[in-house]
């Protein structure tokens, strides 16, 4: 177990304590607001798709249901001791059915606010592949889950669609629970509107390490030839001070003069992380253009050692640019040694997130392949919330979000920050449920609620669950569920924990191998897959 999960179950609780003692309001959202622009599609090469999954033909899939009903007033609950070989940490909860005296209300409510980080998965692999096994704080499960794309059905517009479907998870009654998310495709390069980026560049010394600016610069000149010519580019270099080494310049007749501005980028001394993220703000609150997409892209290995250090402090002194000009935080990690805690938070609390990289090939998917769906937005403060049926659950336990926890109250409160999503996401939430001996009929219903990107407006859609959805083994489930249970059982033997039918890490990479060999020609996937095997048998050979 974490050596700080204690505190921070301690915290939630008094989270939904507070919440459940106050008096509930339901503030209705504003429709107008900030406007935030829209990078659509085809900013670069190859679009974003999804993998091969299959499991829209299982037999558990759930029905679109609309929006979650308003559920009943939840209350927080007594910490609940875990089962032997269940639990590491996380959210878990017994569940007492509907009428039976409880030493405590029953609490059937999860709630958390989405997250498309991928980091913690890229520099594990990077760690694993330098001969070290990861620092368990620094293992996300949920972002080793999300790192590898979904076939889920793809709404038009903005926002998501809901699927849920489940399998057997091993003895005792135990299965998964898996709540699927997806937004759109990004549209025609021909109908979005331009972009306005702001790249912030860490130039300190410890960038001076290869794979560090080297990469940067490779991957910033790449992506600069692909850029529209009413696009528009600035850029901030930061040491022990900050400098705007070009302002918001229209890519169209200045590219020779962005890409010297690129060429000229060279390792200095200390990392003044703060200084870089309240210049990068500025100019891009100098630069920002009515109708384009205006975003902050922070390059940095996190590693901050003059001036503040304190992410909170940080995003303090820029919050009026990202309150007033909806201006988000896209946050690229690189390096051996690389400050997670640090970026994490910062996207998280930038509005934004993040992602790690580590080679050319994983550069070039960033800022070619997948840049629209980092840079535009399709949902603002998106939240999920599962209901379980006290009737049928007996014990749930939501596989990673430790940090994105919210309390059941404040699903419906937009005031209340959830996570920002962009075009050709999957979004992936996985439960280790335990159902009542003989229980039949509804598990759960899992409801997603967002601001739209445009109107900030809310929307909600919601998926059912039955308990028949959860009777095929997890082995022999679809191709997507059986990937979701791979990552999340490898995320789990990093941190130490202990999911319900838990594989010994040899069988894992032969799952991931099989899964490899059943991807029917995809070769980006068979590709991913064959990493995350080499992956969890490097694990396996470190722990001796």
Not at 163 to 192: H, K, N, Q, V, Y
Not at 367 to 392: G, H, M, S, W, Y
Request: aromatic letters at 4%; charged letters at 25%.
């Amino acid at each position: 177990m974490r050596p700080d999960s204690e505190n921070r179950a301690g915290d939630r609780d008094r989270t939904r304590a507070s919440a459940w003692a106050r008096k509930r309001t339901r503030t209705p959202a504003r429709a107008a607001g900030l406007v935030a622009a829209v990078l659509v599609g085809g900013l670069l090469v190859t679009g974003c798709g999804g993998g091969s999954d299959g499991s829209s033909a299982e037999r558990g899939k759930a029905q679109r249901t609309g929006p979650l009903p308003a559920p009943a007033p939840a209350r927080p609950s007594a910490p609940v001791t875990p089962a032997p070989g269940t639990e590491a940490d996380g959210e878990q909860r017994d569940i007492a059915p509907t009428g039976t005296p409880s030493p405590t209300p029953a609490d059937y409510l999860s709630t958390f606010a989405l997250d498309v980080d991928t980091a913690s998965y890229g520099y594990a692999r990077r760690t694993l592949a330098d001969g070290r096994l990861p620092d368990p704080k620094t293992v996300r499960p949920e972002e080793f889950i999300n790192s590898f794309r979904q076939d889920y059905p793809r709404p038009e517009g903005n926002g998501f669609s809901v699927t849920a479907d489940g399998a057997r998870a091993g003895d005792e009654g135990w299965s998964f629970l898996r709540i699927g998310l997806a937004t759109g495709p990004a549209a025609p390069a021909s109908e979005r509107p331009p972009a306005a980026l702001t790249f912030v560049i860490d130039v300190s010394g410890s960038m001076a390490e290869p794979g560090r600016l080297d990469l940067v610069k490779q991957s910033l000149g790449v992506m600069t030839d692909q850029l529209r010519s009413d696009d528009s580019l600035a850029l901030v270099t930061f040491s022990d001070t900050a400098e705007t080494v070009l302002p918001m310049t229209r890519v169209g007749g200045s590219r020779g003069r962005v890409h010297d501005a690129i060429d000229s980028l060279e390792p200095m001394s200390s990392t003044n992380l703060d200084a870089g993220v309240r210049t990068g703000y500025d100019t891009a609150v100098e630069g920002a253009r009515p109708g384009a997409t205006n975003r902050v892209v922070l390059l940095s290995d996190a590693l901050a050692n003059t001036g503040e250090t304190d992410a909170d402090a940080i995003l303090d002194r820029i919050s009026d640019a990202r309150r007033e000009h909806g201006i988000t935080l896209f946050g690229v990690g690189v390096g051996s040694e690389y400050g997670d805690a640090l970026m994490e938070r910062l996207a998280d609390k930038g509005d934004g997130h993040t992602t790690y990289v580590s080679t050319p090939e994983e550069a070039r998917k960033v800022f070619c392949d997948e840049l629209p769906q980092n840079i535009e937005l399709r949902a603002r403060e998106a939240k999920t919330q599962v209901a379980f049926d006290p009737q049928t659950v007996q014990r749930f336990r939501l596989i990673g979000y430790d940090d994105r926890q919210v309390a059941d109250d404040d699903y419906r409160n937009d005031r209340v920050d959830g996570g920002e999503v962009g075009p050709g996401h999957t979004v992936t939430a996985l439960y280790a449920v335990r159902l009542r001996p003989g229980a039949s009929g509804h598990v759960a219903t899992a409801g997603v609620r967002w601001l739209d990107p445009d109107t900030r407006a809310p929307h909600e859609e919601a998926a059912q669950i039955e308990a028949s959805g959860l009777d095929a083994d997890v082995w022999r489930s679809s191709h997507g569920l059986q990937l979701t249970a791979t990552a999340a059982y490898f995320a789990d033997a990093l941190r130490q924990g202990a999911l319900p039918g838990a594989p010994t890490l040899p069988q894992l990479a032969s799952h991931a191998d099989k899964l490899a060999r059943s991807t029917e020609g995809n070769s980006t996937q068979d590709r991913e897959l064959g990493q995350l095997a080499e992956a969890i048998r490097k694990a396996d050979e470190l722990r001796g």
